[in-house]
């Protein structure tokens, strides 16, 4: 393919062909460069595309970066520790991400990646280690106020937005 024929991944930013991943949205077509950016995008469309007169914080090349660590009650084995780091690593939008012992950290930019998609890469992870671990692995992924927090940094319409 040419690269003049390619587009951007409204999320991640990434060079994708037309019509990959394509969807229709207020009549403007976009295309992905995986279903977990598609998805994103779907959940939260204002973050990444905006409303006339008015960029949203992924047009201005915000990125917002949060830090979690999460805490388990027993230690995680040292295979154990590199499986969850591995699978946390593999998602788009992942800087950072450690496990060791009772310990697993994670730094990633809430634009491109949501708590669902870390908890399906640590339940991946527990399914694989067996025992006990998809449960303790998800009890140790707090839910707080994560979403309520993306929200409020969505594009506002402004007055004369009818949709
Ligand atoms: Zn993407």
Redesign the pocket.
């Known amino acids: 393919m040419k690269q003049s024929d390619q587009v951007k991944?409204?999320?991640?930013?990434?060079r994708?062909g037309p019509h990959q991943n394509e969807i229709i949205y207020q009549q403007m077509q976009f295309a992905?460069?995986?279903e977990?950016?598609?998805a994103?995008f779907l959940s939260h469309p204002h973050l990444y595309i905006g409303y006339p007169g008015e960029p949203a914080p992924r047009q201005r090349g915000q990125v917002e970066l949060k830090r979690r660590r999460l805490a388990l009650r027993q230690p995680l084995s040292v295979e154990g520790a590199a499986l969850v780091q591995e699978l946390l690593s593999g998602l788009?939008g992942v800087n950072e991400a450690t496990a060791s012992g009772e310990t697993i950290e994670v730094t990633y930019d809430l634009l491109?990646v949501s708590l669902e998609e870390l908890e399906q890469a640590l339940t991946e992870a527990g399914t694989r280690l067996g025992g006990d671990w998809v449960e303790r692995l998800r009890r140790a992924l707090i839910h707080e106020s994560e979403e309520t927090e993306i929200e409020a940094r969505e594009a506002t319409p402004p007055h004369h937005y009818l949709p």
């Open positions: 991944c409204p999320v991640c930013g990434m994708v992905f460069c995986s977990q950016c598609k994103r788009m491109q």
